[in-house]
């Protein structure tokens, strides 16, 4: 039996919250619709931050209420302050992800806090999480590189990993959030943290900023990772990043996880239709790398 690769979808939050055109309730849950036909297992749903600041996700709370239940899917909720835990919590959200950049300048631009800040605040809803029987997954944003300072020293990530952690994290999620990672330097996070404290509790978060995405992702799967983010036909990208592009495409790295040998009971049919609708909502057009591929090959098939 080939091994597994989960894959997380970030669309419906990373994906949609700072795209300028706001996308109607109705419009996410047929988004929702497409990704669960396509076969897609664990999404993260929308983000319980301040309405004010985000509007794209003001309606997080309905979304829950409206996500389908019978379907076996693990949804997520990312949550920024006690505030926003306590609003997923109210709307019945169960795994909740929480993001801390490694350095203080993102973190003041990002959440408004210092980095001291957020790694208490983070601590304090990991722990009332750890306390409600609450699944919390962490994000270490900028784990590569900082717009604003520079390269960031593996210590630094080992040592908020480990604040984390021993917080109570269930998951912890690298995210090269500007797409500036390289292989090596991403190898020796993955290998250290997967030593000590198991892959199976690591995740790995690329942007695709420099065509690296899937060379990252084939990184951190050498390092036994097999849960990796993803994004709808590309969707996102980081305000607070300059130059910084959308995720890692979904249908990219289906694509290439099945080449591969692993399952992820994910059709790219599915994707692509998934897509399509995205493009619709947005007013984008979308899709990763693989697109071009993909049209020509049904354009081959649709002319036999």
């Known amino acids: ?115 001291d800040e957020a790694i208490r605040v983070n601590e304090a809803v990991i722990r009332r999480a750890k306390a409600d029987g ?54 020796h996070l993955f290998e250290t943290l997967a030593h000590r404290y198991g892959p199976e509790r690591l995740a790995g978060h690329f942007h695709d900023t420099r065509a690296m995405g899937l060379t990252l992702t084939w990184v951190a799967i050498e390092c036994g990772i097999r849960k990796f983010d993803s994004s709808i036909g590309g969707l996102g990208g980081c305000p607070f990043a300059p130059g910084a592009t959308g995720n890692l495409a979904t249908e990219d790295l289906v694509f290439m996880a099945t080449e591969a040998g692993f399952e992820t009971g994910i059709d790219v049919g599915g994707l692509r239709r998934a897509v399509a609708v995205a493009e619709e909502l947005t007013g984008q057009t979308l899709g990763g790398r693989i697109t071009p591929f993909l049209d020509s090959r049904e354009k081959r098939r649709a002319a036999n």
């Open 134 to 187: 609450i699944r919390a997954r962490s994000y270490l944003s900028v784990v590569a590189a900082c717009p604003y300072e520079g390269v960031v020293p593996p210590e630094t990530v080992f040592d908020l990993a480990a604040r984390m952690f021993d917080a109570g994290a269930d998951e912890l999620a690298l995210g090269d959030s500007t797409g500036a990672g390289s292989p090596p330097q991403m190898a």
């Open 1 to 115: 039996m080939s091994e597994v690769i989960t894959v997380h979808e970030v669309g419906l939050r990373d994906g949609l919250q700072n795209q300028p055109r706001v996308v109607p309730t109705e419009g996410k849950l047929r988004l929702l619709d497409a990704l669960l036909d396509a076969g897609l297992q664990s999404i993260e749903a929308a983000s319980f931050v301040s309405p004010k600041a985000v509007p794209q996700m003001a309606d997080a709370a309905e979304i829950f209420a409206n996500l389908p239940q019978d379907r076996g899917v693990g949804y997520e909720a990312l949550v920024p302050n006690e505030k926003g835990y306590e609003r997923a919590v109210d709307a019945g959200v169960t795994t909740v992800a929480l993001v801390l950049a490694a350095t203080d300048t993102f973190n003041r631009r990002n959440i408004n806090m210092s980095l």
